[in-house]
């Protein structure tokens, strides 16, 4: 079984992507990033590549990770700021402690595409 379909699939990741954008739009580290964005597009494609990476349907048809973030400028410490945040969602909504290390170290793995300032 996928992890996509252990944690109940779009619904639950819906739910945490939806969590993460509330998070990140109010926190002073992350929310300029998103000024200009429209959040709503920006929530369906993490779902859509959340869910993918996670064993769920291959609907992702986004840019790849380092052309999606080329020229915003994101610091480490948005970077870090952001995996925190996701860990702490993915806690909260009972992710095992060995899926969310899998989750995170996934995510950490795209670091070098995402970090660009």
Known sequence: M???EKY????????????????LERDPVTAPYFEHSNIRDL???????LS??????EQYTGMAMNAAHTGLQVTEAAF????????????????EEEDVDH??????SLKDDIVTS
Do not use: C, R, W
Not at 52 to 57: E, I, N, T
């Open 80 to 95: 870090n700021k952001v995996a925190g945040t996701v860990q702490e969602l993915l806690e909260d909504n009972g992710v």
């Open 2 to 4: 996928s992890l996509f």
């Open 8 to 23: 109940g699939g779009f619904a639950t990741i819906s739910k945490i992507v939806s969590e993460l954008y509330d998070e």
């Open 103 to 108: 989750i995170v170290g996934l995510l950490g």
């Open 52 to 57: 993918q990476v996670l064993g769920g349907p």
């Open 43 to 49: 929530m369906d494609h993490q779902v859509k590549f």
